[in-house]
């Protein structure tokens, strides 16, 4: 069915690639190919298709883009348009994109334990490296990923770690532990927030009796959830995207942060990474299956692997990007993280997708905003 | 047309058949398409498993009901039933006098008065939300206005209280408008007459006015409450993201843990306690 | 008539509740300085950077293309509907199922239709939101016009009938022409609602450019700026004139009627 409609939409891409590619990929199918009946799992890009008949439809992250990705990538690629949607968490994404068969969306920006996940249901498209030469700008690490070796179908947009966010002149003493945020002390007391967003909820808890972020052991878990329980009554909130505004503010003195969101470069606002450990996050792009625009899709990401976009991110929401060829362009702020360097990034847990075992932290975060 | 009609027999019966049709098909296809059929799907989850990915998978299970009863959700359903019935005591508390005063304006009074309480209701409903958290919240207006004075701050959002309050700045407009129809459509006559006969102001209201508009305050109870118990954008606004209340959780349940047999189950939850309520609403109706 | 001063308390103060947030929205969205809560000096900066954004523009025109759309399907089969349960049956259930989209809290619509648009394999978009926004202002047009139906006299639609006239004819020529106000009446009632409808459109749209509820709704999510004053007063300034102009033409009307 998507391949009938695949090939409807691009008729001219099919007559484009012409003799050439018809010879070269031998054999009946690609006789086949114009009334639709070809059947190979991955699918067979083109090169140099016209990506002016090719729409892309994207979903990210609020402000995690530039403003005007849309339009400079619309005339820098030539396709017909670009349309960015936004989601606010990764579950927000996944509930999209899982909730019907043709999301309509391309291109999505979702965590790696994520596009692990995705890809296990069949949703993602591998990346054609072919199509995305400016892979090589990214730093040998991030081929190292543990939820995606050889980023095989995922491409990795930003990287750091978790940890606890604060106020230098708030705080009586610096945060050095998950226990401060977990069983702050009583100047602290309701000016505390933590996450929501499933694994970085477990995460503090986890890290602070010392397991594996991704540990999958019943009692793990329940010890885990005993702690944010009791942290409970002490939050001021649960936030997953405002975090840095209570801390500005001073609502709040301590928040449990992803680095880039830790608005350092204020005054009085500094970062640390918890003795006990934290892990490694990636944020990546993937191509959904259910694409019509795939190579205009991998012709967006190779556009935004661009040192010169790819250092957006790092220079305007101060996240680390895995591109060196970007890093070594961008001027590190007064105050920012942006100079920690990927090897000691690695140091940090990867989250991986657990399978069924991932329902578990699901029921876990539901059970916690649940108690009363 | 009309000789065509004559000769036939029965065109009165014919052109009701037709008629029937013609009128009623196209709104109750829609309303079987959009709201049985998706209804009964929901219906129908509730005995299903979420998949490993989200999803569901056609596996006949009772889990959902058994989680259901948990008192950890049990008490978010109770926790909602509390906020939104505090919420409806309080508007009624306060729209009962407004109501009753506003029919007796003097004309063009009254209607000044009718439409100063509907306009806040006109704009949008985040932003009326989003009012309170310029007020509220840690360095807010009302902080700063006690600064002045010397106190605080205090951590004045996120509380039940902080809940109670957004949910009745947006529903109190619905409990004055049937509580003034219902007063203002009384016999003014009655109240004179009992004054006459010597009742005191109070006795009147006691004994006139508010059995007359007890039809009124239902309707307004009942209007204040639905929207309240199914909130779920106040509760994450002003409350913090704390799954407070069973619309937080249903959301969550369809839109981050993507559990969507166990959001249908907290659904048909949310459903029946409306549905027992409305029976409690009939029954009392009848018998004011 | 004595009444108690007492009284004047809660009616005050129901005045007071309801107006001094608006107020201070207002006031705030005049603020010259960064925060939504210092107020530093007046301003119109906010209202610029309001007109400059597209996300809000966007949302604008695609609230109006949504309340558009949906309030002529809602107005078209909400009324063939109520003169159809007013005139063509007596069932009690059919009564029931057409109230039921309004009576319903709009969660329980939404995962409704979010569940059902998925289990076709619906790639969600405006067109989703709209006749989704249909379903319930359909119930509140066939409830607006019901009520002008049951008020009227019926002795011109038998008329038309014993004429020999077809029910289409006698809706056409008859019923219609009365009814005009009441569809007027549910029709602009539907339009509103769609407006103001944040929950139903949340759970439908999808990845598509959101409807202007949405974007407050992301945009308060991400933190408070006096821009959401800004937009806060340019809609209550909207609707106090369209309820004011209502005002008038109603009273217009009325004083026409009269004559």
């Known amino acids: 069915m998507s391949r009938i409609r695949f090939t409807r939409r691009l008729p001219a891409a099919v007559a484009a690639a012409g003799l050439a590619l018809a010879v070269a990929a031998c054999g009946g199918e690609s006789s086949n190919s114009s009334d639709g009946a070809?059947?190979?799992?991955?699918?067979?890009?083109?090169?140099?298709?016209?990506?002016?008949?090719?729409?892309?439809?994207?979903?990210?992250?609020?402000?995690?883009?530039?403003?005007?990705?849309?339009?400079?990538?619309?005339?820098?690629?030539?396709?017909?348009?670009?349309?960015?949607?936004?989601?606010?968490?990764?579950?927000?994404?996944?509930?999209?994109?899982?909730?019907?068969?043709?999301s309509g969306i391309d291109v999505a920006f979702v965590s790696g334990q994520y596009a692990q996940a995705l890809n296990e249901q069949g949703l993602l498209e591998p990346i054609h490296a072919?199509?995305?030469?400016?892979?090589?700008?990214?730093?040998?690490?991030?081929?190292?990923?543990?939820?995606?070796?050889?980023?095989?179908?995922?491409?990795?947009?930003?990287?750091?770690?978790?940890?606890i966010c604060y106020r230098t002149d708030l705080v009586k003493s610096v945060p050095t532990s998950w226990n401060d945020l977990l069983k702050p002390p009583a100047w602290a007391d309701k000016k505390v927030t933590m996450m929501t967003t499933e694994r970085w909820l477990a995460l503090p808890a986890l890290k602070l009796l010392g397991y594996s972020v991704n540990t999958?052991?019943?009692?793990?878990?329940?010890?885990?959830?005993?702690?944010l329980l009791a942290a409970k009554p002490h939050l001021l909130a649960y936030d997953d995207t405002t975090f840095g505004d209570k801390l500005v503010s001073g609502e709040a003195v301590m928040v449990e942060a992803w680095d880039g969101w830790c608005p350092t470069t204020e005054k009085n606002i500094k970062f640390a990474v918890p003795k006990e450990g934290s892990d490694l996050w990636v944020d990546t792009m993937v191509i959904m299956k259910s694409s019509k625009n795939k190579e205009a899709a991998h012709a967006l990401i190779n556009y935004i692997l661009d040192p010169e976009i790819h250092s957006w991110a790092a220079e305007n929401i101060n996240y680390k990007v895995p591109n060196k060829a970007a890093m070594e362009r961008v001027k590190?702020?007064?105050?920012?993280?942006?100079?920690?360097?990927?090897?000691?990034?690695?140091?940090?847990?990867?989250?991986?997708?657990?399978?069924?075992?991932?329902?578990?932290?699901?029921?876990?975060?539901?059970?916690?905003?649940?108690?009363? | 047309m009309k000789s065509e009609a004559k000769a036939r027999p029965a065109p009165r019966v014919r052109g009701r058949r037709l008629g029937a049709f013609v009128f009623l098909s196209p709104g109750l296809t829609y309303l079987?398409?959009?709201?049985?059929?998706?209804?009964?799907?929901?219906?129908?989850?509730?005995?299903?498993?979420?998949?490993?990915?989200?999803?569901?998978?056609?596996?006949?299970?009772?889990?959902?009901?058994?989680?259901?009863?948990?008192?950890?959700?049990?008490?978010?359903?109770?926790?909602?039933?509390?906020?939104?019935?505090?919420?409806?005591?309080?508007?009624?508390?306060?729209?009962?006098?407004?109501?009753?005063?506003?029919?007796?304006?003097p004309s063009r009074w009254k209607t000044l008065a009718l439409v100063a309480v509907v306009l806040p209701f006109w704009t949008n409903f985040i932003i009326r939300v989003y009012a309170w958290i310029m007020l509220l919240s840690g360095p807010g207006l009302v902080n700063s206005a006690l600064g002045k004075l010397g106190l605080g701050p205090y951590e004045l959002l996120y509380h039940e209280g902080t809940i109670v309050t957004g949910l009745l700045y947006s529903y109190l407009p619905l409990m004055v408008l049937p509580l003034y129809s219902a007063i203002e459509r009384l016999d003014p006559q009655l109240r004179e007459a009992s004054a006459n006969l010597g009742a005191s102001a109070f006795t009147t209201f006691r004994k006139v006015t508010l059995p007359l508009s007890v039809p009124g305050v239902l309707t307004g109870c009942l209007f204040v409450f639905v929207p309240s118990f199914g909130n779920f954008v106040i509760p994450e606004m002003l409350g913090g993201s704390k799954s407070t209340m069973v619309g937080n959780l249903i959301r969550d349940q369809f839109l981050k843990a993507r559990d969507w047999p166990f959001g249908s189950t907290l659904a048909l939850a949310l459903i029946a306690v409306l549905v027992a309520l409305l029976i409690v609403q009939a029954w009392a109706a009848r018998r004011a | 008539m004595r009444r108690s001063k007492l009284l004047y308390v809660p009616f005050w103060a129901t005045y007071v509740f309801l107006y001094l947030p608006i107020l201070v929205l207002v006031v705030m969205s005049f603020n010259s300085g960064d925060s939504a809560y210092t107020y530093e000096g007046f301003s119109l900066k906010w209202y610029g950077?309001?007109?400059?954004?597209?996300?809000?523009?966007?949302?604008?025109?695609?609230?109006?293309?949504?309340?558009?759309?949906?309030?002529?399907?809602?107005?078209?089969?909400?009324?063939?509907?109520?003169?159809?349960l007013a005139r063509y049956t007596r069932s009690k259930t059919l009564d029931a199922l057409a109230l039921m989209p309004a009576v319903l809290p709009d969660l329980v619509l939404a995962i409704g239709l979010l569940?059902?648009?998925?289990?076709?394999?619906?790639?969600?978009?405006?067109?989703?939101?709209?006749?989704?926004?249909?379903?319930?202002?359909?119930?509140?047009?066939?409830?607006?016009?019901?009520?002008?139906?049951?008020?009227?006299?019926?002795?011109?639609?038998e008329a038309s009938r014993d004429l020999g006239a077809g029910p289409v004819v006698t809706f056409m020529k008859v019923t219609l022409p009365q009814l005009t106000p009441g569809i007027v009446a549910g029709a602009l009632l539907a339009f509103t609602l769609s407006l103001d409808e944040f929950v139903i459109a949340f759970f439908t749209i999808g990845n598509a450019e959101p409807t202007l509820p949405i974007v407050i709704y992301s945009m308060v999510r991400f933190g408070v700026t006096p821009k959401i004053n800004a937009l806060a007063a340019i809609l209550l300034l909207v609707s106090f004139t369209a309820v004011?102009?209502?005002?008038r033409m109603t009273r217009i009307g009325e004083s026409r009627a009269q004559d």
């Open chain 3, 115 to 157: 569940v059902f648009y998925s289990a076709i394999q619906l790639t969600l978009g405006l067109y989703s939101v709209t006749l989704a926004h249909a379903l319930f202002s359909m119930a509140f047009v066939a409830a607006v016009v019901r009520t002008r139906l049951t008020g009227a006299d019926t002795s011109l639609e």
């Open chain 1, 216 to 227: 999958d052991k019943d009692e793990e878990i329940a010890k885990a959830k005993e702690l």
């Open chain 1, 332 to 372: 590190a702020p007064e105050g920012s993280l942006l100079g920690i360097k990927p090897a000691e990034l690695l140091d940090g847990e990867s989250i991986i997708d657990l399978g069924q075992a991932s329902t578990k932290y699901t029921r876990l975060s539901s059970e916690v905003t649940a108690q009363s």
């Open chain 1, 38 to 102: 070809t059947a190979a799992a991955a699918e067979e890009l083109k090169p140099n298709a016209d990506l002016s008949k090719q729409s892309l439809q994207v979903t990210v992250w609020d402000g995690y883009t530039p403003k005007e990705l849309p339009e400079k990538a619309k005339e820098k690629l030539k396709v017909s348009e670009v349309k960015v949607g936004l989601h606010a968490t990764n579950e927000e994404a996944m509930a999209k994109l899982t909730a019907s068969g043709d």
């Open chain 3, 244 to 247: 004011i102009a209502g005002q």
């Open chain 1, 130 to 163: 072919e199509l995305v030469p400016n892979l090589a700008n990214l730093y040998p690490e991030a081929g190292q990923l543990s939820y995606d070796k050889g980023n095989k179908y995922s491409v990795p947009y930003t990287w750091g770690t978790t940890g």
């Open chain 2, 32 to 105: 079987v398409v959009l709201l049985l059929v998706p209804l009964g799907l929901v219906l129908s989850y509730t005995v299903f498993q979420r998949g490993r990915f989200g999803g569901v998978v056609y596996e006949f299970t009772t889990e959902n009901f058994t989680r259901l009863i948990d008192p950890l959700y049990l008490g978010v359903v109770g926790n909602s039933l509390r906020i939104a019935a505090l919420t409806t005591l309080i508007a009624l508390l306060i729209g009962y006098p407004t109501a009753y005063l506003i029919a007796q304006l």
């Open chain 3, 49 to 84: 950077e309001l007109a400059g954004d597209e996300r809000i523009r966007t949302g604008v025109v695609n609230t109006l293309v949504v309340a558009a759309g949906s309030t002529v399907i809602a107005t078209v089969l909400g009324t063939l509907l109520a003169v159809g």
